[in-house]
C-alpha cells in the first residue's frame, strides 16, 4: 500500500518521517543568522517577532534565548502541538495559515529557510506578503528568507539515497512547471511511502513583483547568512528585507 498526498505541506510536514530526514540540518548555522539578523535590523531588546511557519520551533526558542518576545506560527498543528512544550511568558506557538494575517503586529516578521512559495494558487503568495505587511508595527521589517532558484538548478542533485535512522529515504529532483520538485519515498516495515516536496520557482524578479502588488517596499538582499551581498548566479540563498 502506498501512502501519499496532494497538498503536500499539510501532511509531509505533520509526518515524524520528516523530521527525521532532515535532522542532521546546521542548526548553529541557522542560530548564527539570527545573531546577524537580529543585530542588522537593531530589534530593540524585548521586541515583538513573529517567527511565520515556524515547524517545532526550535528557531523561535532560539531568538527568545536573546531576548525577544517571539510568536511562532505554523500550518502544522503536530509541530506547534510539540513546540508548546517550550512556551514560557514570552514565548508563544499557534496553528495559523500565514495567508492570512495573524491578529497582532510586531518589530520583525521572520519567514526563514525556504518556507514560501509551497502553494498551488500563485495569489496565495501574494495573501502571504499582504499579511506579512498588516503584522508589521510602523517600525518593523519583513524577512523572506528563499533558495536561489539560479544557485539551486545549476546544483541540482537529480538522485540520491539519504539514510537516517535505518530509513533508506529515495530522493528525485526535478524543475517542472515553474516549482523545484523533490519526489521522496521510502519503505517502512513493507509498507511503501511517498511524498513530494514542490516549491515555486521564484526568482528576485517574481519577489519585487509579487512586492510591488503588495505595497511593501524592498529594503535590503542578502545572498548568504553572515548577510553577504547577493550574485544571482553564485549566492546559496536569496534573503530579502522590506517594509
Not at 517550550?86 to 496553528?95: A, G, I, W
Request: charged share 25%.
Amino acid at each position: 500500500m502506498t501512502k501519499s498526498t496532494k497538498q503536500w505541506y499539510a501532511s509531509w510536514f505533520d509526518t515524524p518521517y520528516y523530521h527525521i530526514l532532515y535532522k542532521d540540518r546546521d542548526y548553529s548555522e541557522a542560530q548564527h543568522f539570527m545573531d546577524n539578523l537580529t543585530q542588522y535590523l537593531n530589534i530593540p531588546e524585548g521586541g515583538n517577532i513573529l517567527d511565520l511557519a515556524c515547524g517545532k520551533g526550535r528557531h523561535s526558542i532560539y531568538l527568545n534565548t536573546l531576548g525577544y518576545n517571539v510568536t511562532g506560527v505554523d500550518l502544522s498543528e503536530q509541530s506547534i502541538k510539540h513546540a508548546k512544550q517550550f512556551e514560557n511568558d514570552t514565548l508563544n506557538f499557534d496553528v495559523h495559515d500565514m495567508t492570512l494575517p495573524y491578529p497582532k503586529t510586531f518589530d520583525a516578521v521572520f519567514n526563514l529557510f525556504t518556507s514560501f512559495g509551497y502553494f498551488e494558487d500563485d495569489t496565495c503568495n501574494l495573501k502571504t506578503i499582504t499579511s506579512i505587511k498588516a503584522e508589521l508595527n510602523d517600525f518593523g521589517f519583513g524577512v523572506i528568507d528563499f533558495m536561489n532558484v539560479n544557485y539551486v538548478i545549476n546544483h541540482l542533485v537529480a538522485k540520491d539515497v539519504k539514510t537516517v535512522e535505518g530509513i533508506d529515504f529515495h530522493q528525485q529532483r526535478s524543475v517542472k512547471d515553474g516549482y523545484i520538485i523533490k519526489d521522496i519515498n521510502f519503505e517502512i516495515d513493507g509498507e511503501l511511502y511517498e511524498f513530494q516536496e514542490r516549491v515555486k520557482a521564484l526568482t528576485l524578479d517574481d519577489f519585487k513583483t509579487l512586492f510591488e502588488k503588495a505595497g511593501v517596499h524592498l529594503l535590503d538582499i542578502f545572498g548568504d547568512y553572515k548577510l553577504q551581498k547577493y550574485h544571482s548566479q553564485t549566492s546559496e540563498r536569496l534573503i530579502m528585507i522590506f517594509k
